[in-house]
């Protein structure tokens, strides 16, 4: 959150106030091709910030074994780390650009990031503790039974966060439940991968469409 907070409106945020743009689009550039490259270039900035510590905690783990197999183990569980880490960025990148897009001051920018992605977080894991805490908890109960199913407001309320969001497919897809903040969606977890699209989707757009606005003003 901090890092996507301070560097989107460095990409994004001083050229909107310089009013630069004109001179860059004046040349045989189109008006997507600059936001694309704004956001190629932060989507493996945050790439290489998630997967730096997942490829650092491998090569310490498997450093500490002993036999191919258990290397081996080790290897097949980080791949699946590795393209969580993809979808993190993917999300992080286009939302938090085109939140820095809106402002030109990057004071203003660094803070519409971060309270957005923070509130919404906020607000995402309340309503999903609220749930759980009346519902009960979600493990087995006495004697294997299976746990309750997912209470609605815990499948709700994972959909008003980019980090909940992503928890929730995390888990959908077959993810440990250890330490994870959204129980597994189920059938639901449809929902939260429209969702997901829907808020990269539209985040890209209205990117290109404010870089579109300020080239022509």
């Known amino acids: 959150l901090i890092f996507v907070a301070v560097q989107a409106p460095e990409l994004v945020s001083r050229d909107l106030r310089s009013r630069v743009l004109p001179l860059y689009f004046s040349?045989?550039?189109?008006?997507?091709?600059?936001?694309?490259?704004?956001?190629?270039?932060?989507?493996f900035a945050c790439l290489v910030m998630m997967w730096l510590p997942l490829i650092a905690l491998y090569l310490g783990t498997v450093a500490s074994l002993h036999g191919g197999t258990q290397i081996w183990h080790e290897t097949q569980a980080l791949f699946p780390g590795l393209l969580i880490g993809?979808?993190?960025?993917?999300?992080l990148a286009a939302v938090s650009?085109?939140?820095?897009?809106?402002?030109?001051?990057?004071?203003?920018?660094?803070?519409?990031?971060?309270?957005?992605?923070?509130?919404?977080?906020?607000?995402?894991s309340i309503i999903i503790q609220a749930e759980t805490h009346i519902v009960g908890h979600l493990s087995p109960g006495p004697g294997g039974q299976a746990p309750p199913p997912t209470p609605?407001?815990?499948?709700?309320?994972?959909?008003?966060?980019?980090f909940t969001l992503m928890?929730?497919?995390?888990?959908?897809?077959?993810?440990?439940?250890?330490?994870?903040?959204?129980?597994d969606p189920h059938a639901f977890g449809i929902v939260y991968a429209i969702v997901l699209l829907a808020l990269v989707?539209?985040?890209?757009?209205?990117?290109?469409?404010?870089?579109?606005?300020a080239a022509l003003s």
């Open 167 to 183: 928890d929730g497919i995390r888990t959908w897809l077959g993810a440990p439940l250890k330490n994870g903040q959204v129980p």
């Open 97 to 124: 650009l085109w939140l820095a897009s809106l402002s030109g001051r990057r004071a203003f920018a660094t803070g519409a990031v971060a309270i957005f992605l923070f509130l919404t977080w906020i607000l995402g």
């Open 152 to 162: 609605a407001g815990v499948e709700i309320g994972g959909l008003f966060s980019p």
């Open 27 to 43: 040349r045989p550039l189109r008006p997507a091709d600059y936001p694309a490259a704004k956001f190629m270039a932060f989507f």
């Open 86 to 91: 993809v979808m993190w960025a993917v999300v």
């Open 201 to 213: 989707g539209g985040a890209l757009y209205g990117l290109v469409a404010r870089y579109r606005k």
